[in-house]
C-alpha cells in the first residue's frame, strides 16, 4: 500500500513501488586505523582489508552525517554493510565519532559481514546526533 504524505493527504508517487536503494561499494585496504566519511556509509557497503592487523575504525562525526543526508530528521535512518575482507584473523572494529551511540557488537571478525542500522536522534545544529545498531552478522 502506498504511504500518504503528510501534505494535504496526498498520495507521494515515490513511495508507490518497491524503494530500490543506489549502492556504492567502497574498497579500503589502509594500513592503520581510518575514520569513515559521511559518502562511504551512505554509499551502503564497505569493503574493510586491515591489511596486515586488526583495526578500530571511527563513524563519522554526527554534524558531518547530518549535512550529508538532504532532509534529515529524527527517525530518519539508513542501513550499511561491513565486510572484512581480511585474509587473516584479525577483526575490524567500529567506533563511534562525534555524536555516534553504538548499540551491539561492533566488531567484525575475519571474513565476516555486519549490518548496521544508522537512526539519527538530534538534527538540531550543535547538538547532532545518532545511533547505530548491530543487526547480525554472516559469514560470506
Not at 58 to 72: C, I, N, S
Not at 91 to 117: D, E, P, R, Y
Amino acid at each position: 500500500m502506498p504511504r500518504v504524505s503528510s501534505h494535504m493527504g496526498l498520495q507521494d508517487p515515490r513511495f508507490d513501488g518497491p524503494v530500490m536503494p543506489r549502492i556504492t561499494a567502497t574498497t579500503i585496504a589502509t594500513a592503520g586505523n581510518v575514520t569513515y566519511t559521511p559518502a562511504q556509509l551512505l554509499g551502503g557497503l564497505i569493503l574493510r582489508d586491515g591489511n596486515g592487523g586488526a583495526r578500530t575504525d571511527t563513524l563519522p562525526a554526527a554534524a558531518d552525517l547530518v549535512e550529508a543526508v538532504q532532509g534529515a530528521m529524527v527517525g530518519t535512518s539508513f542501513e550499511f554493510e561491513l565486510r572484512n575482507t581480511t585474509s587473516t584473523a584479525v577483526a575490524i572494529t567500529v567506533a563511534g565519532g562525534t555524536g555516534a551511540t553504538l548499540s551491539g557488537t561492533a566488531t567484525v571478525a575475519q571474513l565476516n559481514t555486519k549490518m548496521f542500522l544508522v537512526v539519527f536522534t538530534s538534527v538540531t545544529v550543535g547538538s547532532e546526533a545518532y545511533t547505530v545498531y548491530s543487526r547480525g552478522t554472516a559469514v560470506f
